[in-house]
């Protein structure tokens, strides 16, 4: 028992109190930052060593959903014109959205309807499906539900069943044998529902998004509401896109 209470007492807090304004390490990659810098002529080093796609220039412009927040345009940049900032506020209910250029400063999603924030905004109940990913995303999303970010202090949780759902979180690019699994689960789940798509392969299919072995047919044929990017995105990113959008 001494034992037990002298480790609590060497953890200190570990609960994150202010989900909106806490302070994560200074490593942390979050919303990048573009200076209004013109690039060099004839540069484009930066979008040569992008991974995915996600940089376009003349004007310089990062794609969220397609961006995996690696250093690489930011370290290759001889003009230091991108920087990622601690920012983790980056959910958004609108794919536009997740398009930065030089005079995006913050992004946040609109808050929802009257209708779904009626329906949603006391009590909000998810079922998470993994579509092919990692399970980098996996492993954040199961963090919700600890001791430090207490997702359901706020009335969002998890569920086992569809059938107790008010909606879908996806993880993954949603690869062809995850088809069927995927629409026999948003099926399930009780109308009104919702679906958020969280990481950069749910939104973009990310690094496999040119592989034959993905099929999204599914995710052009419904509404999506809300898209958190990342790779993986933080714990903070997910609770404060759902706080965001319902007005909490």
Not at 177 to 203: D, H, Q, R, S
Not at 219 to 225: F, G, H, R, S, T
Request: one cysteine or more; hydrophobic letters at 35%; a neutral charge.
């Amino acid at each position: 028992m001494n034992d037990a209470i002298k480790i609590r007492i060497l953890q200190g807090d570990p609960i994150v109190h202010d989900v909106k304004n806490a302070v994560l390490p200074e490593r942390y990659r979050g919303l990048p930052l573009i200076e209004d810098k013109l690039c060099a002529d004839g540069c484009n080093k930066c979008v040569e060593v992008c991974p995915t796609n996600a940089i376009k220039l003349n004007p310089v412009s990062i794609d969220l959903g397609l961006c995996v927040f690696c250093p690489l345009c930011e370290e290759a940049c001889p003009e230091k014109i991108i920087h990622f900032s601690q920012d983790y506020h980056t959910a958004v209910e609108s794919r536009e959205k997740l398009i930065v250029t030089q005079q995006t400063k913050t992004i946040s999603p609109e808050i929802a309807s009257e209708t779904i924030r009626k329906y949603f905004g006391k009590s909000l109940k998810l079922r998470q499906i993994s579509a092919g990913g990692c399970n980098g995303c996996e492993l954040e999303l199961n963090a919700l539900s600890n001791v430090n970010f207490d997702m359901g202090r706020y009335g969002i949780e998890f569920v086992a069943s569809p059938r107790h759902a008010d909606g879908i979180v996806i993880t993954g690019p949603l690869t062809g044998n995850m088809v069927n699994a995927t629409k026999i689960c948003y099926e399930a789940v009780p109308n009104p529902k919702i679906i958020i798509l969280f990481g950069t392969c749910a939104i973009s299919g990310g690094i496999f998004q040119n592989s034959k072995e993905i099929q999204r047919k599914f995710l052009q044929e419904n509404n999506i509401d809300l898209f958190i990017p990342g790779c993986p995105p933080h714990p903070l990113t997910f609770i404060n896109g759902l706080l965001d959008w319902l007005g909490k």
